[in-house]
């Protein structure tokens, strides 16, 4: 196993990603990044050198300020002064994770020879991933156009030997460490500056880090929803291989199919049914786990396109000779998409909950609320209350963020597509949906022990005495927060082999 991943023009997907941080992979270039970055930079210094005319970003101000020229001598300067000036970070601070894919994502984009970086200062780069050198950002600050601005700015200020980073599980002045492993600050020549701070990295690295959550999440919904069905003693027909395919949406078809893997076997599932109709929220789960699968996918190609792409401002393209100062930074398809995700993501915490309900209310031979002598125990009665509050808190988060712009830098950015608020808030969205498939998974296996002597498939009979081994079934009222937080542990450590996770 190579323990390198080497950026180069390949296109970089979501289980190459994956396997770079599951098997934490370090960083290297590919001689052909080299060469493509070390000719872009040569040709901006030669066009530099040729003549005088103004380029923005290169030789000007930058936003309202494009028409100032900056002299010659004053380039480093004008590149070190941006870094600075737009470090406005606030707000909570960045999770590592994301952190890490930001900084390999950067790399990426200026790796193309489209930027005009030195080699140097993408190396620098690397080394920062490599030696899990991660720069302080903070999550508030950017509008998600022209480029993940003020993120980005902390990114690239440890380069200059300004900002914190995070080094052996402290916090400490960049400059410390720059000491520590012998790095020199970097002076930052004509347009690195621009180079580092466009882009929408702050962005993708969200964006991407939700995508692989959110497969994780639609493959634990399955997987929960089938120990409710079979707790709440449903019928099998709904997920029967003709009903889906003459409706054949793939993510509806691939639902079923798992629905059908995992309760294969299942002595309850075999019996047959007094009732002839179940509850939506478990007789439509292709249907509705479907249909955010569907949506996983479209949010997916996305993002593929976008972190293979070169999001800086101005372009580079030494074949035509010419600098072109466009709108590659502008995150709207981003925005658009994260949105769209919280949406789809939501509704896997909406249908999960009205399960939760329907376990708690004392149908189909169950107790009422799950647990003995009702009344002097109140059982399972408030953990549904929880995951109702966190359900209605999703539908907050959902509201899309990409539906606003405001004006920004006297008018010159006069759209923005706020789609950092919109990476953030997916995060929390994600979150919450842990938090309610733990309380799902709680009430199923309570109920399902109702359900004994009769069992559920072996798949699931396993995944339940691990369950239990960490979450016990409960016989008189307890501390119910304790078991709550400690299924959402048992959920996140859950493992699942990729080639299961992206199906």
Avoid at 194 to 207: I, R, V
Avoid at 243 to 262: D, M, S, Y
Avoid at 419 to 436: E, H, S
Wanted: glycine share 6%.
């Amino acid at each position: 196993m190579d323990p390198f991943h080497y950026i180069s023009s390949a296109v970089l997907d979501l289980p190459t990603l994956f396997e770079i941080i599951q098997q934490e992979k370090k960083l290297d270039l590919s001689d052909e990044a080299r060469i493509n970055i070390e000719r872009s930079r040569n040709y901006l210094d030669k066009k530099m050198s040729q003549n005088d005319k103004p380029i923005y970003g290169i030789n000007t101000g930058f936003g309202s300020l494009c028409n100032v020229k900056i002299s010659r001598e004053n380039l480093t300067q004008l590149q070190e002064n941006l870094v600075m000036s737009h470090a406005c970070g606030t707000g909570p601070l960045v999770i590592k994770p994301i952190i890490k894919l930001m900084l390999l994502l950067k790399v990426q984009s200026l790796s193309y020879g489209h930027s005009g970086v030195a080699l140097e200062t993408v190396q620098r780069l690397i080394n920062f991933y490599n030696e899990d050198v991660l720069p302080v950002i903070y999550e508030q600050g950017s509008l998600g156009a022209s480029g993940d601005l003020a993120p980005l700015a902390h990114l690239a200020l440890p380069l200059i030997g300004e900002g914190e980073v995070y080094y052996k599980e402290e916090i400490i002045p960049a400059k410390d460490v720059l000491k520590i492993f012998k790095w020199k600050p970097l002076n930052l020549q004509s347009k690195e500056g621009l180079a580092l701070l466009n882009g929408t990295q702050f962005m993708s690295a969200h964006g991407i880090y939700a995508i692989l959550q959110s497969y994780k999440l639609c493959y634990l919904a399955d997987l929960i929803s089938s120990i409710s069905i079979d707790a709440f003693d449903c019928n099998m027909s709904p997920f029967d291989e003709l009903v889906q395919n003459v409706r054949p949406h793939r993510g509806q078809i691939k639902t079923a199919e798992r629905l059908r893997n995992f309760l294969k076997g299942s002595e309850i599932g075999q019996k047959e049914k007094e009732i002839v109709q179940d509850p939506y929220s478990f007789r439509c789960i292709p249907q509705v786990h479907g249909a955010t699968k569907e949506t996983l996918t479209f949010v997916r190609k996305t993002f593929k396109t976008e972190i293979n792409s070169v999001t800086d401002n101005p372009n580079i393209f030494i074949e035509a000779d010419r600098i072109i100062s466009g709108g590659n930074f502008h995150g709207q398809t981003l925005a658009l998409s994260l949105d769209y995700l919280a949406i789809a993501m939501a509704e896997l915490g909406n249908i999960s909950e009205r399960r939760i309900y329907q376990l708690v209310s004392g149908q189909r031979g169950l107790p009422t609320f799950l647990v003995e002598n009702p009344g002097l125990n109140s059982g399972f009665m408030i953990p549904q209350y929880t995951a109702a509050s966190i359900v209605s808190q999703n539908k907050l988060y959902a509201n899309p963020s990409s539906t606003d712009s405001i004006v920004s830098s006297n008018g010159q950015e006069d759209h923005v597509s706020m789609g950092a608020n919109g990476a953030t808030k997916v995060l929390k969205v994600i979150d919450n949906i842990f938090t309610i498939l733990a309380i799902e998974l709680f009430n199923a296996s309570q109920a399902l022990h109702y359900r004994e002597p009769s069992k559920s498939s072996p798949k699931l009979c396993g995944v339940l005495d691990s369950f239990r081994a960490v979450v016990p079934i409960v016989y008189e009222d307890q501390v119910m927060s304790v078991h709550i937080h400690r299924a959402k542990e048992f959920l996140s450590s859950y493992e699942i082999e990729d080639e299961v996770l992206f199906d």
